[in-house]
């Protein structure tokens, strides 16, 4: 009488990305033949759900293997260097040279981004962040005018594991400020002593020549 034959499981997952944020919680879908799941998420972490989620507290590239009896599968994710990214979207109509900064639980500005010029009606570079919200400002065309977008507009909020779009156009308010911020400036402090109060950005850039 002949004996039973063995199955042979295949091992296999997928996942809807390749690419993550920080702290974004990631489902790998088994698609294994077999019965029995070992899944190794390549930062110290393990598994034996079926499709398990997980997520990375520090970025870089992760081999995610998983077990299915003799069967191996791996799968790399690479994780961003923030939970969020964002990039500046001029649409004034004029080469812009612009800034980007946050500010800490106290006020005071941190991660400060010099974006350097921006052209009309295209976007900037894309940087990851760990911060919340965003401020953005830069300088008249033609003058030594530095100004900082005001509200309603700032600061922007970032909505986590997506690329935000921070857009100026004509019709963004500012304020005309008086220095440029640093790590001892607050950002009140900036609004406070700005040089002129709220204004439109089309108002201000048609008081110049834009070369």
Same mark, same amino acid.
């Given at each position: ?9 295949? !091992?296999?997952? $997928? ?14 879908? $088994? ?9 190794? *998420?390549? =930062?110290? #972490?393990? +598994?034996? =759900?079926?499709?398990? +989620? ?29 939970? #969020? ?5 001029? %649409? ?7 800034? &980007? *900064?946050? #500010?800490? !639980?106290?006020?005071? %500005?941190?991660?400060?981004? =010099?974006?350097?010029?921006?052209? #009309? +009606? ?24 530095? *100004? ?12 986590? @594991?997506?690329? @935000?779009?921070? +857009?100026? =156009? ?28 709220? &204004? ?12």
């Amino acid at each position: 009488m002949m004996g039973a034959c063995k199955k042979d499981y295949t !091992a296999g997952f $997928n996942t809807s990305l390749s690419n993550y944020y920080l702290n974004q919680s990631i489902t790998f879908n $088994n698609t294994s033949t077999g019965g029995t799941s070992s899944w190794d *998420f390549g =930062d110290g #972490a393990k +598994s034996t =759900d079926k499709s398990p +989620s997980h997520s990375y507290n520090q970025p870089g590239d992760y081999n995610v293997t998983l077990t299915d009896g003799s069967s191996v599968a791996t799968q790399k994710v690479t994780i961003y260097h923030g939970t #969020a990214a964002f990039k500046v979207d001029n %649409e004034t109509g004029v080469n812009l040279s612009l800034f &980007t *900064f946050s #500010a800490d !639980a106290s006020d005071y %500005e941190i991660d400060y981004i =010099d974006q350097g010029t921006v052209n #009309a +009606s295209t976007q900037g570079t894309v940087y990851y962040t760990t911060d919340s919200t965003i401020y953005v400002g830069g300088t008249l065309p033609g003058t030594d005018s530095t *100004f900082l977008v005001a509200p309603p507009n700032y600061p922007y909020v970032l909505t986590k @594991n997506t690329v @935000n779009t921070l +857009s100026i =156009d004509g019709n963004t308010n500012i304020y005309i400020l008086n220095s440029l911020p640093d790590k001892k400036t607050k950002v009140q402090n900036l609004q406070s002593k700005a040089l002129a109060r709220k &204004t439109n950005m089309v108002k201000m850039l048609a008081k110049h020549t834009v070369q």
